[in-house]
């Protein structure tokens, strides 16, 4: 008996058929589709992410009228729709902070578009200050929409804005995201 144990060739277990064989080919596009989409889905949305937190810092520290700061945002060739550049912009924002008190700036929804080149970034804000505020809670007076479009590079590491153009829209107008925000913040008023 020990003897045929040695001899005999163990059996080759049954070759897969045609549809086991098809069904590991699926298997392994299945896993990798999911590998290559989760590799495009870390790689988009942390880029996308990395602009819209640059477009919150630049709306809170313009409240905070630190145009030092907003200036570190502008690349050295930024021009705005009416062919501003930094510095004319900067000059524009500090008239602003003199004369305005108590900006509220309060930006909704944010697309951003990284498949172009350069980056796109489209953004609706709400903006207020002083007395607005005040009638808001009086008699729901939110402020003003604005949609801004912003052309962005990242450069040495840091996104920056090469080209911004903006202009007054109506709540109508206003992104998909943008009144879902507003219910958020303003939950008596819409």
Known sequence: MGSDLKTKKPEKPDAPGFFGRLFSLMIILSAAACFLTRFQA???????????????????????????????????????????????????????????????????????????????????????????ETLRKLV?????????????????????IIYAAWKEVDSNSLLPGSRAILKKIFPDQF
Do not use: M
């Not at 145009?67 to 510095?87: N, P, V």
């Not at 900067?90 to 509220?104: D, R, T, V």
């Not at 951003?112 to 007395?131: M, Q, R, T």
């Open 42 to 132: 870390c790689q988009k949305p942390d880029e996308a992410e990395e602009i819209r937190e640059s477009l919150r810092t630049v709306a809170v520290q313009a409240e905070k009228k630190n145009l030092e700061k907003i200036k570190g945002y502008l690349a050295d060739d930024y021009r705005d729709f009416e062919g501003r550049d930094s510095a004319w912009t900067a000059s524009l924002l500090e008239y602003y902070f003199k004369n305005y008190q108590g900006i509220a700036i309060h930006l909704l929804d944010i697309y951003v578009d990284i498949n172009k080149d350069p980056a796109e970034a489209e953004a609706d804000v709400l903006l207020s200050s002083g007395p607005l």
């Open 140 to 160: 729901g007076v939110v402020g003003v929409y604005y949609r801004f479009n912003f052309s962005l590079e990242k450069r040495s590491g840091r996104w920056q």
